[in-house]
Antibody, heavy 121, light 107 residues
Framework: EVQLVESGGGLIQPGGSLRLSCAAS????????MSWVRQAPGKGLEWVSL??????????YYTDSVKGRFTISRDNSKNTLYLQMDSLRAEDTAVYYC????????????WGQGTLLTVSS | EIVLTQSPAILSLSPGERATLSCRAG??????LAWYQQKPGQAPRLLIYDATKRATGIPARFSGSGSGTDFTLTISSLEPEDFAVYYC?????????FGPGTKVDIK
């Protein structure tokens, strides 16, 4: 069974750093396209970052608002996806979802339950 | 960035009625358009990908159409569990973007 479990969210002050984790089971993160999508409270969805599989070169992409501050990565031995977030701002407050595309082309068809990040002093 | 516009913002219907949701892209996204359903407190659920293909396990009452810049999600006969927010999303150009959503609520 495919499962994605995010962790690492919490309350952090502006300017701080935090790392989110997404533990995967039922498939290999190294062989699949993985993403982070966020949703600010009461708002819509925003695609934050993606990483291609090793087979496709492992390229990474970031939305402009997080470029230079966030880093997506994976640990194949732990089958886990990460999002390192630095220089956090109030506008980064959101539920962060980890997601992957397994059987729907390049479209996200499996999602975790999300982890809440609150950036506030 | 490709901007997606969804209409209407809110659709008030009764169970058994047909729902027609629209998504318009600021430039062509070919058929690289998906539809998601989201209920409060839950992660999004993929319904349709590549404009017309139903995702695994999605009931046949959900269908997608369109290409280029204009897309439609149709729910042929609303079930009680279909009242939710629906988002379209393009993967033609990075950054991949979502529309603002259409809320389907009970009339």
């Amino acid at each position: 069974e495919v499962q994605l479990v995010e962790s690492g969210g919490g309350l952090i002050q502006p300017g701080g750093s935090l790392r989110l984790s997404c533990a995967a089971s039922g498939f290999a993160v190294s062989r699949n396209y993985m993403s982070w999508v966020r949703q600010a409270p009461g708002k819509g969805l925003e695609w934050v970052s993606l990483i291609y599989s090793t087979e496709y070169g492992g390229s990474t992409y970031y939305t402009d608002s997080v470029k230079g501050r966030f880093t997506i990565s994976r640990d194949n031995s732990k089958n886990t996806l990460y999002l390192q977030m630095d220089s956090l701002r109030a506008e980064d407050t959101a539920v962060y979802y980890c997601a992957t595309a397994l059987s729907s082309g390049w479209t996200l068809d499996y999602w975790g339950q999300g982890t809440l990040l609150t950036v506030s002093s | 960035e490709i901007v997606l516009t969804q209409s209407p913002a809110i659709l008030s219907l009764s169970p058994g009625e047909r729902a027609t949701l629209s998504c318009r892209a600021g430039q062509s996204v070919s058929n690289y358009l998906a539809w998601y359903q989201q209920k409060p407190g839950q992660a999004p659920r993929l319904l349709i990908y590549d404009a017309t293909k139903r995702a695994t396990g999605i009931p046949a009452r959900f269908s997608g159409s369109g290409s280029g810049t204009d897309f439609t999600l149709t729910i042929s006969s609303l079930e009680p569990e279909d009242f939710a927010v629906y988002y379209c999303q393009q993967r033609s150009n990075w950054p991949f973007t979502f529309g603002p959503g259409t809320k389907v609520d009970i009339k």
